[in-house]
C-alpha cells in the first residue's frame, strides 16, 4: 500500500497538450476514481501512474519514489484492463503465476497467492480453464486475481467492466469494492460512468479537457443543495 502524488503533471502529444498541470494526492489505501467524458485525459493519466507514458512536466510519486526513477521491473503496481489482457495459451492458473514466475518467484509462495486469489474470487473451479472456456465477468475475475496475486501498492484498473453486460456491471461493482474493502490496497480507477464513481468511489475526480475540473467524496460532488 502507498500514497500517490501527483504534482502538476502534464502530457502533450507532439505539439498537442491533452494534459494541463494536473495536482491530485491519493492517500494510502484510497479508492479513488478519475472521471469524465471519452478524450478528457483518463487513460494517460492512469498510464503515467503506471509508467507506460512519458511525462511531459510535473512529477508523479508512488510512496516516496518519483515512478520515473524506478526501473520498469521495480515498479510495484498491477493494472486491469477493459479488454482483460489475459493470455489466451495459458491457462487461469498460468495466467494468474505468470507475473510472479517471470520474477523468478519460489514455486511454493506463487502457489500459495495464486490459490488464495482464486478462493478470494471464486476461481477454485476454474483454475485448468483457458480464456476462451470463460464468461466476461469471469474473465474479468481473472485478470483481478493476475493482479491480486502479485499484492503490489498499488491497483489500477482502466474501464474495467465497460466490455460486461449491465447486469453483471453492477455484480462486479460490489466485488471490487468488496475486494478493495478486504485488500485495502490504494486503487486508481477509470470509468467514463458516472455511476460506478458515486457507488465505488472514495474520492472522484472529475477530468475535462485534460484538466481536473473537481475533487471530493461522492457526496460532496453529487449532493449539492
Ligand atoms: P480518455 O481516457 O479520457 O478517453 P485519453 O487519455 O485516452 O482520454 O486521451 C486524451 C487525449 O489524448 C485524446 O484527445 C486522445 O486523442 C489523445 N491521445 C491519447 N493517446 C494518444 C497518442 N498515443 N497519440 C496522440 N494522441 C493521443
Ligand atoms: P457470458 O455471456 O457472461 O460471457 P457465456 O454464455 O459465455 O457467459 O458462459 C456462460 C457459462 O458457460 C459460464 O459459466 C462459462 O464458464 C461457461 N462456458 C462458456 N464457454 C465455455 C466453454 N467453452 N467451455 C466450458 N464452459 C464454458
Redesign the pocket.
Known sequence: MASVQIADVR?A??S?Q??HGVDIDINDGEFVI?V????????????MIAGL?NISGGEIRIGPKVVNDVPPKERDIAMVFQNYALYPHMTVADNMAFSMKLRKAPKSEIDERVSKAAQILGLNNLLERYPRQLSGGQRQRVAMGRAIVRDPQVFLF??PLSNLDAKLRVQMRTEIKELHQRLKTTTVY?T?DQIEAMTMADKIVV?HD?IVEQMGAPLELYDRP
Do not use: F
Not at 41 to 46: E, Q, R
Open positions: 502530457k502529444y507532439g498537442t491533452v494534459i478519475l469524465g467524458p471519452s478524450g478528457c485525459g483518463k487513460s494517460t493519466l492512469l498510464r507514458e482502466d474501464e477509470v467514463h477530468m485534460g
